[in-house]
């Protein structure tokens, strides 16, 4: 139970899922009262390790916020990457060099 269930719902649904965080509090973390900067922190991570990526990057501390989890590997989680490789290399004044795209070929079948 725990993170297998959260990952296990994500991918089951598509490889997209939204969550309030107090159900995610009360699936990893149900002993603690408090959701503080540091547990979402080392939640975020666990659930990245696991290939889960989290919308906002770092789960929010309030129990009422909701947040969007994506499977790495789906179509989304490809285009989150390019996107991501995309803006990094705008930040530095590079282009996109041809063929980035080609790793993801998920996301190629879905266009």
Same mark, same amino acid.
Request: positive net charge; proline residues 6%; glycine residues 8%.
């Given at each position: 139970?725990?993170?297998?269930? %959260?990952?296990?719902?994500?991918?089951?649904?598509? @490889?997209?899922k939204r969550f309030p965080m107090l159900t995610i509090k009360q699936t990893l973390a149900p002993?603690?009262?408090?959701?503080?900067?540091?547990?979402?922190?080392? =939640?975020? #991570? /666990?659930?990245? #390790?696991?290939? %889960?990526?989290?919308?906002?990057?770092? $789960?929010?501390?309030?129990?009422? /916020?909701?947040? %969007?989890? %994506?499977? /790495?590997? #789906?179509? +989304? @989680?490809?285009? $989150?990457?390019?996107?991501?490789?995309? =803006? $990094? +290399? #705008?930040?530095?004044?590079?282009?996109?060099?041809? @063929?980035?795209?080609?790793?993801?070929?998920?996301?190629?079948?879905?266009?």
């Amino acid at each position: 139970m725990g993170y297998a269930e %959260i990952v296990g719902a994500v991918r089951l649904d598509g @490889g997209v899922k939204r969550f309030p965080m107090l159900t995610i509090k009360q699936t990893l973390a149900p002993y603690r009262d408090r959701l503080g900067a540091a547990l979402c922190k080392e =939640m975020t #991570s /666990e659930l990245r #390790s696991r290939g %889960i990526l989290t919308l906002p990057a770092t $789960l929010p501390t309030d129990e009422r /916020e909701w947040v %969007i989890l %994506i499977d /790495e590997k #789906s179509a +989304l @989680g490809d285009a $989150l990457a390019l996107a991501t490789k995309a =803006m $990094l +290399l #705008s930040r530095v004044g590079l282009p996109m060099p041809p @063929g980035a795209h080609e790793k993801h070929k998920r996301l190629a079948r879905h266009l």
